[in-house]
């Protein structure tokens, strides 16, 4: 009976010395070698403003046994997240590679930090980090996703997928240029029967648009573009809607420029047609900034009575919340209006649009809602106010408003407006 005492006694201890062992045993297997995880962050050179851009980590077991390993990359601080962990198991030699996804919302410099990695063998008692330092800062650009986007859909002529409408040409100033092949999205109106005839199949007419027209992007950067939606700044629409409108335009074999205004006029670039004008384009608008001050009408009149020599077409990106603020800016794009096609931008506000769908509840509902209504219909109002003075205009919501502006610059263009 001794003997069975002192053997239960000795267990504890028989179990704390056995524990001891496996965890000699799983850091002895796990710091065998100092290189036994390879991890290396895999990132674009620049991040797109606004758009899903991906971000791969390539990571490699050089171990001799199954692992599983827990992955934290440290992004940028604008991101505000603390949980970018990714649990992932090795087997021996293994090479994984895992992608994520950011969406910045501003433009700028982004840095990231080292990347970490926490490693388990099956036994599960210890944990070895292994440190991969890869620091690097990443520039945040204006959407070129978004650009290239819109690009391929012209190219292969599927931009009617993303809301572009196909225009009908007005008038026979269109050159002939071939007959072609017909292809889904042509106009079935331009095919050439008696080529159809020849060939067998569908043959069309391709008339080229007149060319070298210009069309300058003018960004309003003022306080009145610093007004924010879904994480953007309503600047941050404007230039991402001006780099693709700029890039079309170029396609279109129109030329295409761009002016930035706050209290002063800020960045000048002429209207150009060069491989190089959109990447000239690009970096301009990776820097601009919002400021706290209005828009300098008069300097902006200056400017394209000096820089723009021939008739061209001017889209201005701003924005009006009421009638008093249109009247201080009328007179000085009433003179634009003289010499140039003028086409405004402006925004709707989405959340006060939504107030005037939602019915009253109470005394407090029927206030907000009346005054919700008002500022609507202000909105309306310039719209009236601009076209009766001879300007186009066009009231969009911030996320329509690229393929709004692509569309009028459509239609100006077929209708031989420029």
């Known amino acids: 009976m001794s003997f069975f005492f002192s053997w239960v006694g000795l267990v504890p201890e028989v179990a704390f010395l056995l524990l001891i062992l496996l965890i000699l045993t799983d850091l002895i297997m796990l710091y065998r070698s100092s290189k036994s995880i390879l991890a290396k962050r895999l990132s674009p050179e620049r991040l797109s ?35 970018v962990w990714f649990k992932t198991a090795l087997q021996p030699g293994e090479r994984k590679l895992i992608r994520y996804n950011l969406r910045p919302v501003k433009r700028g410099e982004y840095e990231f930090g080292s990347l970490r990695v926490f490693v388990q063998s099956a036994l599960g008692l210890v944990s070895r980090r292994f440190n991969f330092d890869q620091p690097e800062v990443l520039p945040v650009y204006p959407s070129f996703l978004q650009m290239r986007k819109y690009e391929l859909m012209a190219i292969s002529n599927r931009l009617n997928e993303i809301g572009i409408k196909k225009i009908r040409r007005l008038g026979q100033s269109m050159e002939f ?9 042509d106009d079935v109106r331009s095919v050439n029967w008696k080529a159809t005839a020849r060939h067998g199949s569908l043959m069309t007419n391709f008339y080229t648009d007149e060319k070298s027209q210009q069309v300058y992007c003018v960004i309003d950067k003022s306080r009145a573009m610093k007004m924010p939606f879904d994480g953007l700044s309503l600047l941050d629409y404007a230039i991402n809607a001006s780099l693709v409108l700029s ?66 077409l001017i889209v ?21 209006a003289r010499y140039h096609l003028l086409l405004v931008v402006f925004f709707e506000n989405t959340e006060l649009k939504q107030l005037t769908e939602e019915p009253a509840k109470d005394v407090e509902g029927i206030y907000v809602k009346t005054i919700a209504e008002k500022f609507a219909y202000d909105k309306k109002l310039i719209v009236r106010e601009l076209a009766r003075h001879g300007i186009q205009s066009i009231l969009t919501a911030p996320q329509n408003l690229t393929v709004n502006t692509v569309n009028r610059y459509l239609e100006l263009k077929a209708r031989q407006r420029i």
Request: hydrophobic share 40%; aromatic share 8%.
């Open 177 to 185: 240029e071939q007959i072609k092949p017909y292809v889904a999205g």
């Open 247 to 312: 890039n079309i335009a170029l396609l279109k074999e129109d030329k295409a420029g761009l002016i930035t205004l706050s209290e002063k006029v800020g960045s000048v670039i002429p209207a150009d047609r060069r491989h190089a004008q959109i990447n000239r384009i690009l970096e301009v608008l990776y820097k601009e900034k919002t400021r706290y001050l209005e828009a300098n009408m008069e300097a902006l009149y200056a400017t394209v009575r000096n820089v723009i020599k021939q008739r061209s």
């Open 49 to 83: 403003n606004s758009d899903e851009n991906e971000i791969t980590i390539h990571i490699e077991s050089r171990y001799p046994f199954k692992v599983s390993a827990g992955i934290i990359d440290e992004i940028p601080v604008q991101f505000q997240k603390r949980d």
């Open 316 to 336: 201005f990106f701003t924005n009006f919340e009421s009638m008093s603020a249109l009247q201080r800016q009328l007179p000085f794009l009433k003179r634009i």
